[in-house]
């Protein structure tokens, strides 16, 4: 089915959050008869249009409908005995988007490098605009004056593709993650693996070249492939101390990143996205000066506060072991760490690698106290408490001027807070508070 051919099929929208709604609006402005459910709701929705028929609290029978468009955190399973076609909001947006797409995907880091991205191409008097799994629908950039759109694409939005093509894919990493949805190692890489099988060779495909399973992912399609690296010359893009150096065009320039504040900076989101800039032919060094206005986001190795010489540096986004090494790796030493919360049952010997080189000691707390204990075996000091305000306390108490007490819980937050948002910004009242003891 084409997008010209949806005014008058039935459509199915699960999900009322932020990407549901936009879908369930976008599907009725295309004179479609939109049903939109949510199981998880009973209170009234706000913000759709009046012709949408809204079912709250229930699934209404799949049968019948032309079209399924499934929020992202709606299990394939909830509409798997359909013969409708399943569309998710990205295959949508992509579709009606009359402009190139770059598309970022990987297990962490998307948010931080499709910002970049479009800091970089703004900077370039590019009009474009980030979108897709940070919080803004893909479906928002639909009949926009754009010349490019930027948008992070998660596992479970790659699952409800089709004809999902972008100009330019960025892989920035694979490790283990929602495993509780897809099963295997396998399978998680299956679905990051969407990104590429509709590309074409005039496309471009750009991959973490030191790590073998993503260039074999970006190695299923058919687009150009470009690498980068964290110290590789033979790459498309390298770190050479704190220069970046890309040869994506077959000659090689060099950007020096030597400020303290890109030191907090994952540099290989930074490397990805001066890549994927390099390749769509513009001028990068032309680009650098954008991104003095650079912020990074919320919870993303964010500093925020400094207390009697001890800086606090917010990193709650990392919820899985990869995420809590790479900011480990990034953030200045000596290290005081403060990990845990819900245990994802995700392997832990290389974050506890990590850990072992770059924290002085750790508290562990939340359920998963005991399972990150014993996965340090003793490597490094570590403490186990049960609540989170004693976790940072403990870890001030152990922290000396001149330290970093850093939270990466390389876990999920549900145990005690309801998302990595709530516990980050109890790490800040946390710091506040200490600042001013009564």
């Keep these: 089915m084409q997008l010209s051919e949806l005014a008058g099929k039935r459509v199915l929208v699960l999900g009322l959050g932020t990407s549901g709604r936009s879908a369930a609006a976008f599907c009725a402005s295309r004179g479609c008869e939109v049903v939109a459910a949510d199981e998880k709701l009973s209170e009234p929705v706000s913000g759709l249009p009046k012709s949408v028929s809204v079912v709250l609290g229930r699934l209404p ?69 980030a979108a897709g799994n940070l919080g803004v629908p893909a479906l928002s950039l639909v009949g926009e004056a754009l010349d490019v759109a930027v948008l992070e694409v998660s596992s479970f939005q790659l699952e409800t593709t089709e004809s999902f093509r972008p100009r330019i894919g960025v892989l920035l990493n694979l490790s283990p993650d929602h495993l509780d949805r897809h099963g295997t190692l396998s399978a998680y890489a299956d679905a990051k693996a969407r990104l590429f099988r509709r590309q074409e060779p005039s496309d471009t495909a750009i991959v973490d070249g030191d790590d073998p399973r993503c260039v074999a992912l970006a190695e299923r399609g058919a687009a150009r492939l470009l690498r980068f690296s964290r110290s590789d010359p033979a790459a498309d893009a390298w770190w050479d101390g704190e220069a970046a150096c890309l040869s994506a065009t077959g000659e090689t320039i060099r950007l020096e990143f030597d400020e303290p504040r890109w030191r907090a900076m994952p540099r290989q989101n930074l490397l990805a996205a001066l890549l994927a800039v390099q390749a769509s032919e513009l001028d990068v060094r032309a680009a650098l000066p954008a991104l003095a206005g650079f912020a990074a986001l919320p919870h993303r190795l964010q500093e925020v506060g400094c207390v ?48 072992k080189r770059h924290a002085r000691r750790a508290v562990f707390y939340g359920e998963a106290a005991a399972a990150l204990a014993a996965a340090a075996a003793g490597s490094f000091p570590a403490d186990c408490v049960a609540e989170f305000d004693a976790a940072v306390t403990r870890g001030f108490e152990h922290a000396r001027p001149g330290d970093t007490l850093l939270l990466a819980p390389a876990c999920a937050s549900f145990d005690q807070f309801a998302s990595f948002e709530a516990r980050g910004d109890a790490f800040r009242a946390i710091a506040r508070r200490l600042e001013k003891p009564s």
């Design 61 to 129: 029978d799949l049968a019948g409908f032309d079209l399924i468009v499934p929020s992202p955190g709606v299990p394939p399973a909830r509409y798997a005995g359909s013969d409708a076609l399943v569309w998710g909001d990205i295959e949508l947006a992509f579709r009606a988007l009359q402009v190139p797409v770059i598309a970022v995907t990987g297990t962490n880091g998307k948010s931080t490098t499709v910002l970049l991205l479009e800091t970089l191409l703004r900077g370039l008097g590019r009009r474009v605009r």
């Design 308 to 355: 009697r010489g001890v800086r606090f540096v917010d990193d709650s986004k990392a919820t899985n072991p990869a995420a809590a090494a790479a900011a480990l790796e990034a953030t200045q030493k000596p290290i005081v760490w403060i990990a845990g919360g819900r245990d994802k049952q995700l392997p832990l010997g290389a974050l506890m690698e990590s850990a």
